[in-house]
């Protein structure tokens, strides 16, 4: 048993949906969160750079004592995972792998597929992993912009929404993908909009979902979990602009997100 | 007569339409255009990074030897004008006022709208500028986060594009502005979009055309123009991922964006 709280960390907003897929299986586990709103977008940072902002983050979370940390962030999940992992002294668990395993198990024989930020698309990130965990397997990738300010706008059912979803997902539909990775932080608002417009046929995989399953195994297998009855405590820093932060991360995470601090790294 | 380049720099892709409207008015000028990809965006920076991030550009464009400066950013420009023109040399021209005053000169009674990024928007600088040309002017603002991806997946005449624009100039209409400041250099690739929902009345007014009037002014007036017949060189230097900056860029000044050159700052 441990009280100490899980450290979760992204380049800015989005990660807030694998913090509360976690406050949602780990409803005992207190949270730090920290979100990086200085340097967002990680995107089009070069590797070199995305890896030492996270290094930065990870060296603050192991400051206030954190007992695991979960990287929120695809780009930083991306290039830094490795590092991460060798320079802490705790499990580091990253939104990639987890999302890529889920789909594998759960295809049916067409082709995965993958929507995502530009940045995400272009790595390749998920499509390595997808291939690692299953090799041979086809991947269909697109990049979908639109999709993170729609979000940040709160336009889950707009009619714009509508459109911009089928324009996006058309190659899927027509590549008759019959399970969809959601690659970046921010897509599970979307889901009920993706789901109407794929049609109820084809699975829809949360990758923080699945990292926050993949983390409830890790602190049962360390013995690292809180005590059943915790009360959970969660903190949310961020780097830069916390009233924004506070404004849009309501979308994301309702009244669990009172005020945050502000922390200046690097 | 002075044959050296005009610098013009931004945060990242969007000042080309500010180049742009500099190639047309000013065809014998060369140009340097530094894109700051490897940090944009600016808008949700501090006022302090945004100026040191900027007096390091000025310096690389004065080491290149330009006649003038154009900061074809909004943020730039409200964060760091004043410091650029009292730190440089040689005439430093922003993008805000000059859109300010030709408002201010187009407007006929009815109140003057302002859209822009959430970050411009929330800076408040167009309005600011309005009411010092023009005290007690009433202006009606409006941030429209959409606007820049919608530009940068090329969707100008998407059903979509038409439906937003819809949403986000409701309020002008409803507190019937009769002009219109584009605060934002993505936006002059929407005009015909934002004059379609807007209606004919409507004055819309591109910040880059009026600064190229004025950097025109200030060359003609300090005798630094080119010569007539010169035939103009212009040079694209971008911080990061020249992939994508020639990509979408060419969506904004087409042919004109050969290579461009990866050049480190900071």
Redesign the interface.
């Known amino acids: 048993m441990n009280r100490a709280p899980i450290g979760i960390f992204d380049s800015g907003i989005g990660g807030l949906t694998v913090a509360r897929a976690i406050y949602e299986r780990l409803p005992h586990e207190s949270t730090i969160y920290f979100g990086d709103?200085?340097r967002?977008p990680y995107g089009?940072?070069?590797p070199d750079?995305v890896r030492r902002y996270s290094l930065e983050i990870l060296h603050w979370l192991l400051d206030q004592g954190v007992k695991a940390v979960v990287i929120a962030c695809n780009t930083s999940t991306a290039h830094a995972l490795e590092a991460l992992q060798a320079a802490a002294p705790v499990p580091v668990i990253g939104v990639i792998e987890p999302g890529a395993r889920a789909a594998v198990s759960a295809m049916r024989g067409g082709p995965i597929g993958v929507i995502g930020t530009?940045g995400t698309i272009a790595s390749n990130a998920y499509a390595r992993a997808i291939q690692s965990a299953k090799p041979g397997a086809a991947v269909e990738q697109r990049a979908c912009?639109?999709f993170?300010?729609?979000v940040?706008?709160g336009?889950f059912d707009?009619?714009?929404a509508e459109?911009?979803a089928a324009?996006y997902l058309e190659p899927m539909k027509r590549a008759r993908v019959d399970v969809m990775v959601l690659g970046c932080t921010h897509y599970p608002l979307l889901k009920p909009l993706l789901q109407r417009t794929l049609g109820p046929d084809i699975r829809l995989i949360d990758s923080g979902e699945e990292t926050a399953a993949l983390v409830q195994g890790a602190l049962r297998s360390s013995g690292l979990g809180a005590p059943p009855g915790a009360t959970p405590e969660h903190r949310f820093v961020v780097s830069?602009?916390e009233a924004?932060f506070r404004q849009v991360g309501s979308r994301f995470i309702g009244e669990r997100l009172g005020k945050a601090e502000v922390v200046a790294l690097g």
Do not use: G, N
Request: hydrophobic share 40%; net charge negative; charged share 30%.
């Open positions: 709103t200085a967002v089009p940072k070069s750079t530009a912009p639109l993170v300010p729609l940040e706008e336009w707009h009619p714009a459109l911009i324009e830069d602009d924004r």
